[in-house]
Every structure is written in structure tokens, then in C-alpha cells.
């Protein structure tokens, strides 16, 4: 796992718009007992995170996220930023995430902060 | 304590530039178990903390840390951005710390990231 990878790995997540591959990106990426926190929502373990993401992608349909710039990081910390907007559209928030990973690569836990608030 | 006065805290710390001034600050504002790691250095503890920032100013003489921009957080999450010059002259390093603080408002820890590595 690179940086690179894990970032990638993250958005993918969110932007899994069937419950089924978010829950595969989860297992596969995320550990059990992750956990999220951001100025306006949280989550723990796959499940709780899985749901957060849910409610988060219905306030946003035909949205996406991508990574915005190189992630970077250093030990089992890594640091992206990331902007979601409509397919073509202008970007309706950007944030920064710092996360920190375990021995096998998975996130561990997640601290996010906004750079644009969504409207 | 808001945000903007543990960042404050934090920078009044790298530039303390007598010991007895930066174990002060250490006492006053991080924890007893405090840890810091960026990709370059990293410190356990107020006296551990505060052997890195010596061997650190040691590098740079007459330069200071400033706060760039404002600091924003959440719960116990606090982030800012910072650079590091000499009086009056071109910016050296700078970069992106992520705290933790403890009930209390102590500093925790810190996770930095550089956005322009010391040449």
C-alpha cells in the first residue's frame, strides 16, 4: 500500500453508490473498528461509517469525489485533500482529510476538515 | 481555550528560544505524554519535546514560526497551517499540524506534514 493507494482507496468508498461495493471497499480497505469524525458528521466501525456515507451521498445525488492534489504522509499517517461536485459541475465543497492507518494498510481513523463548506 | 489560542500556544512554543521560556510553555499547554511525529522529526513527553525544538532552532538560527492563515478545528481536533523564516526574509518551510488536545486544552498530539520541505 502506498499513500496514493489508501487515498484512492478512500474516495472509492464514497463514491460507491451500491451499499454492497461500499461494504466490500469497507472490508477490504477500512478496519473494523475505524472510525470518521468531520465538523458536521462521525462514525464508527464499518457499519456506522457505511451508513454516515449513505446519508452523506443522498444529500448529494449525482455527486462525486476526487482527490485534489497528491495525498502524502509519512509512518501510518497520510493527508489528502478532496472536492465533491455534479458530474461537470463546479465543486460544492472541498476538504482535507488526515488518516491514520494500521500494520495491514487499512484506515484506522479518519479526522476530516472542510475547506469549503457545502452549501 | 479556542482553536486559534492552542495554535497560538503551539507556535509561541517552537520560538521560545530560552529553555526555560519553552519548558514553561510545555507545562503551561501540552500534556506530560505528549507526542509529536512529522516526516522529519519526532518527540515524546514535555522533555522530549523540547530537546527536538532545540535541535530544531539550532538548524534555523534567527528564524521564527509564524501561523499562516487561521487555525480551525472540531471536538478535540484542531488544524493550522505555519511557516518558518528568517527576520524580514523568504519563507524556508512550511507546513500543515494536526492536534489533538486533552480535556483540559493540552496539547496531545501533533501529526505534521510539510508543504515546502527545509532546503
Redesign the interface.
Known amino acids: 500500500m502506498t499513500y496514493e493507494t489508501i487515498a484512492a482507496a478512500y474516495v472509492d468508498t464514497w463514491n460507491a453508490a451500491a451499499a454492497a461495493e461500499r461494504d466490500a471497499l469497507l472490508a477490504s480497505h477500512w478496519d473494523a473498528d475505524a472510525s470518521y469524525?468531520?465538523?458536521i458528521m462521525s462514525g464508527s466501525g464499518r457499519d456506522g461509517i457505511a451508513a454516515m456515507i449513505a446519508i452523506a451521498r443522498a444529500k448529494f445525488p449525482g455527486h462525486s469525489f476526487a482527490l485534489d492534489g497528491k495525498a502524502?504522509?509519512?509512518?501510518d499517517?497520510v493527508?489528502f485533500s478532496w472536492v465533491l461536485a455534479p458530474d461537470g459541475g463546479a465543486t460544492v465543497a472541498r476538504g482535507?482529510d488526515?488518516v491514520r492507518v494500521g500494520a495491514d494498510g487499512r484506515i484506522v481513523d479518519v479526522?476530516g476538515?472542510l475547506d469549503k463548506m457545502p452549501g
Do not use: E, N, S, Y
Open positions: 469524525v468531520d465538523p502524502d504522509g509519512h509512518g499517517h493527508r482535507t488526515f479526522v476538515f
